[in-house]
């Protein structure tokens, strides 16, 4: 029902930026909340941030200062602005959607593919 493809990922310097971008395309009835999660080599996946159709947000802690999420509610796409960036931001950044699709009554968490982000020198 619901599709999500994201963009920017790459390799940068520390103290580099990125921009990250997440489009939601497909039968889509609405949006609750959209947001950016990521997974480093043996960790967990972890919230890095996330915005409510309310235009509420929250971040993670670590990132807090450093990068913001916005939204674009016509376009049906997030984005995660990454700012001053550290080696332990390196992980795959995966873009989420809870999202009510059109043949579905309820929404549900839709996930995209990933997107790689390495912070090096």
């Known amino acids: 029902q619901v599709q999500l493809v994201e963009s920017g990922g790459g390799l940068v310097q520390p103290g580099g930026s990125l921009r990250l971008s997440c489009a939601a395309s497909?039968?889509?009835?609405?949006?609750?909340?959209m947001g950016w999660y990521r997974q480093a080599p043996g960790k967990q996946r972890e919230l890095v941030a996330r915005?409510?159709?309310?235009?509420?947000?929250n971040y993670a802690d670590s990132v807090k200062g450093r990068f913001t999420i916005s939204r674009d509610n016509a376009k049906n796409t997030v984005y995660l602005q990454m700012n001053s960036l550290k080696p332990e931001d390196t992980a795959v950044y995966y873009c989420n959607a809870f999202a009510t699709g059109s043949r579905l009554s309820i929404p549900y968490d839709y996930w995209g593919q990933g997107t790689q982000v390495t912070v090096s020198s």
């Open positions: 497909g039968s889509i009835f609405s949006i609750n909340a």
């Open positions: 915005i409510t159709s309310g235009g509420s947000t």
